[in-house]
């Protein structure tokens, strides 16, 4: 367990509230979309970005990166780069880029958490493959339905009832092999963050519907990261919610995505010079995509030090 068995099951291991919450909120005040989006920015997306800064700049990691500097420093110069050329250059593509990165990103923290919870070598394995699969086919329907356009309305309704079988075959097949309610709904939870790619008509509904879930883990797991190392845990163990929201990390994530957030509206302006500030948000999100790459790579010795052994520790 990261936390206890509650707060595990229902914000990491199957956060299935908040794209519900979403859905249920689009679907049901449909003139109030653009508040939606911009409150979940807000709320989630953007304080889940800010919150690998307070894992990043924690003084436990300067002789890391003094090690690695190509990574650390030159690889982020070149992202920093490439995201600016790539945005006023050749933006359609280096927004499938962005996309795909996206994908990857929250692939690989979808299997990250089903490692946390199962010791199943053979188990982790079909997570994995099971994980990597369905990811990678809504990726190819991302490119087919909002790219080169050539998914029919009546073509999306068909994979997204194919899909929709596959995960439950697939559901079904896992728990009947591995006996384990609980991973199998963790694996599943990896297996629809990116399902209303084959539902929701707008992309930007795509990524946060789904990804919701995504937000609510990396924030929790960082939480327990940031306060582990300042040896604060007892904060959770107290479970007086008002008195963590205002501690600096809750603060600290949730200014970053005030700021940030208020950057993304920039992008609906009339005035190109205003529009073209959501690229600093896009910026926040390249780095965070490339950095937690390395930050939570836990073959390396220094990151189960630093990091991994807060998230096995006992509150």
């Keep these: ?17 908040f794209p519900l919450v979403y859905l249920f909120l689009l679907y049901e005040f449909p003139s109030l979309e653009n508040y939606l989006i911009f409150f979940t920015i807000l709320l989630l997306a953007e304080p889940h970005f800010g919150a690998t800064w307070t894992i990043f700049f924690n003084n436990k990691n300067y002789f890391f990166f003094q090690k690695k500097k190509n990574i650390f420093y030159g690889g982020s110069f070149l992202i920093i780069f490439f995201s600016i050329i790539g945005f006023f250059y050749f933006k359609n593509l280096f ?55 050539v998914i029919t309305e009546n073509e999306i309704l068909l994979i997204s009832s194919l899909s929709l079988t ?31 790619i084959c539902f929701v008509g707008n992309p930007i509904h795509a990524i946060l519907l789904g990804v919701t879930m995504h937000y ?33 990390f809750f ?8 700021i940030m957030a208020i950057l993304s509206v920039s992008g609906k302006a009339d005035i190109n010079y205003i529009k073209n500030l959501i690229i600093i ?6 780095l965070h995509f490339y950095l937690d790459g390395y930050l939570w790579k836990f073959s390396n010795s220094h990151n189960r030090e630093i990091t991994l052994k807060y998230l096995i520790k006992e509150i």
């Design 251 to 258: 603060l600290t994530i949730l200014f970053y995505g005030l």
């Design 95 to 149: 927004f499938l880029i962005f996309y795909g990165f996206n994908i990857f990103h929250v692939t690989r923290q979808s299997l990250g958490i089903c490692k946390l919870y199962n010791t199943n070598q053979n188990h982790i394995i079909f997570q994995k493959y099971s994980i990597y699969m369905f990811n990678f086919l809504f990726f190819l329907v991302v490119i087919l339905r909002f790219y080169i356009l």
């Design 1 to 17: 367990m990261v936390y206890g068995k509650k707060i595990d099951f229902y914000f990491i291991q199957f956060p299935i509230i």
């Design 281 to 286: 948000p896009i910026i926040g999100q390249m």
């Design 166 to 196: 596959l995960v439950f075959l697939f559901f079904l097949i896992e728990l009947y092999i591995y006996k384990s309610l609980k991973n199998t709904i963790t694996t599943l939870t990896g297996l629809i963050i990116f399902f209303p």
């Design 216 to 248: 609510s883990q990396y924030i929790l797991i960082t939480a327990k990261v940031y306060f582990g190392r300042i040896d604060s845990l007892n904060f959770f163990k107290k479970k007086n919610l008002l008195k963590i929201l205002k501690t600096n």
